[in-house]
């Protein structure tokens, strides 16, 4: 028997029912990589972790999405500290390197896996507003390729409005929003123009298009797309989420002075139970 609990991260004023859910398997010893695959599958979750001991963290998580394993991701990250430190700040040990977690009541807070490694986008600024359903004049700033943990690409857009009217194209967004690294295509739309900023996040999954409620590994990615365009530190945001999903989401991000990037976010527990793998 295996025990596991379900949370929900990123969630909105207290409701248990907001944020993007989680599986977390509190120990993991003696599950194979393909136990933990086929558990994820089952969940069906965006993500599922499972912890084990580890020798210079408080733990070691791996993350598992229905389809592959992640180095890092960030609301299976603050979910599984909640788990993990019972309410008390930790450290994590993930395949993108050791993650600092504190802890203020329900709300968590991650210190990114690394520095942000970006790279240039090879595809036109219209050739990325066609990808995901608007006009070139929507795209604002430079697009980038950022890795704090995971790649993803981040997308200025104008206006709130625009970003909640996208309808990304399947092809398009798989031609022009593939990464090599995570053998994925995806598309991280940020806009600024009001508080909170609007974001969006789509991804491809057996040939379709699907859109996450929270993406804490993105929040991250922003801060560092704002460290690698200049922004003016330090900066604090609070972002929403999920919107479109009808899982609305509100992500907190922290760019310090010294670079360093911060997401944080309410963890609220929902349920338990066990899987019988015998």
């Known amino acids: 028997m295996r025990s596991f609990v379900l949370l929900n991260v990123f969630v909105v004023e207290g409701d248990r029912f907001s944020g993007n859910p989680l599986c977390v398997f509190s120990d993991a010893r003696g599950l194979t990589d393909d136990d933990m695959q086929q558990l994820a599958r089952q969940f069906n979750l965006s993500e599922t972790t499972f912890v084990l001991p580890s020798a210079s963290a408080d ?22 500290a909640h ?9 994590l040990e993930m395949i993108a ?5 504190v802890a203020d009541g329900n709300t968590y807070t991650l210190r990114a896996a690394k520095p942000p490694a970006t790279r240039p986008v090879d595809a036109t600024r219209a050739e990325l507003a066609a990808m995901v359903g608007l006009p070139a004049e929507a795209i604002v700033g430079e697009p980038l390729w950022v890795n704090t943990g995971v790649e993803q690409l981040v997308i200025p857009i104008a206006t709130r409005a625009q970003v909640m009217s996208a309808k990304p194209v399947l092809s398009l967004i798989e031609r022009h929003g593939f990464s090599e690294s995570r053998q994925e295509a995806m598309a991280y739309l940020v806009a600024r123009d009001g508080d909170p900023w609007t974001v969006r996040f789509f991804f491809t999954s057996n040939g379709a298009v699907l859109e996450d409620p929270a993406t804490g590994s993105a929040c991250a990615n922003l801060g560092g797309y704002l460290l690698a365009t200049g922004a003016t530190l330090p900066i604090r945001a609070t972002l929403t989420q999920g919107e479109a999903v009808h899982r609305i989401s509100k992500l907190g991000l922290h760019v310090a002075e010294d670079r360093s990037i911060f997401v944080s976010g309410e963890v609220r527990q929902l349920g338990s139970g066990v899987v019988d793998l015998g």
């Open 83 to 91: 788990v993990v430190g019972a309410g008390s700040s930790c450290a």
């Open 97 to 101: 390197g050791r993650v600092e977690v």
């Open 59 to 80: 733990a070691r998580v791996r993350i598992f999405t229905p389809g592959f394993e992640m180095p890092f991701a960030g609301h299976p990250t603050l979910g599984t």
